[in-house]
């Protein structure tokens, strides 16, 4: 992982959450309902979901300073279940995060 980020696995309700601390405290992760309790937080969207009215499908698009190299930033699917799954994939699985200090 670059930049010595931690990754932080946590179970709530049944659901794993991915996040990432990074040098300098910054943490980040796919959601942020569960992070009030850390105080301030800045949010940054990582990527977009919608449909896209010419191929008729559901298009997901990771945030250029969000993208790892190597992997897909573009995503096409039948159903926005489709794309979010994708979405959750990358960023548990594919994402490096950046130092953003």
Not at 14 to 37: N, S, Y
């Amino acid at each position: 992982m670059q930049g010595n980020a931690v990754r932080l696995l946590i179970e709530k309700d049944g659901k794993q959450h991915v996040l990432f601390i990074l040098p300098g405290g910054v943490i980040t992760g796919l959601h942020t309902d569960d992070l009030a309790i850390i105080g301030h937080k800045q949010v940054r969207r990582a990527s977009d979901v919608e449909f896209d009215n010419e191929t008729q499908l559901w298009k997901g698009v990771i945030r250029e300073e969000f993208r790892t190299e190597g992997h897909n930033h573009i995503f096409y699917a039948k159903t926005r279940a489709g794309v979010l799954e994708w979405e959750r994939y990358y960023f548990e699985d594919c994402y490096e995060p950046r130092n953003w200090i």
